[in-house]
């Protein structure tokens, strides 16, 4: 079974960083998008980073040099290196893929999120 996993999400105070994970398991042929977004109460879902085989990296604006998003493909993790936090950053983070697994054709998979609280 493929599975999307979050981790490092926490609380902390405007200014600071935080670095999430994002560890796709399963049988995996091949990754063709993985992606950061995000939820906060009372708002869309929305886009923060994506990274995409053979395309350049894209970010929400408001974001923009202060979120990095890389991967480690050999492990299949996500991560997302989050500087300079402000309260407005609040809300559930999830991870995101679109990929082949060994049994079947590309598809969409999700991870459950991790809460991303920045305090004032």
């Known amino acids: 079974q493929i599975r999307l996993v979050e981790s490092g999400g926490g609380l902390v105070q405007a200014g600071g960083s935080l670095n999430l994970s994002c560890a796709a398991s399963?049988?995996?042929?091949?990754?063709?998008?993985m992606a950061w977004h995000r939820q906060a109460p009372g708002k869309q879902r929305e886009l923060v980073a994506a990274?995409?085989?053979?395309?350049?990296?894209t970010y929400l604006n408001s974001v923009k040099g202060r979120f990095t998003i890389s991967k480690d493909t050999g492990k299949n993790t996500l991560y997302l290196q989050m500087n300079d936090l402000k309260p407005e950053d609040t809300a559930v983070y999830l991870c995101?893929?679109?990929?082949?697994?060994?049994?079947?054709?590309?598809?969409?998979?999700w991870g459950q999120g991790t809460q991303v609280t920045v305090s004032s």
């Open positions: 995101y893929a679109l990929l082949r697994p060994s049994d079947g054709p590309i598809r969409n998979y």
């Open positions: 399963g049988s995996i042929i091949s990754i063709d998008t």
């Open positions: 990274t995409t085989t053979g395309r350049p990296i």
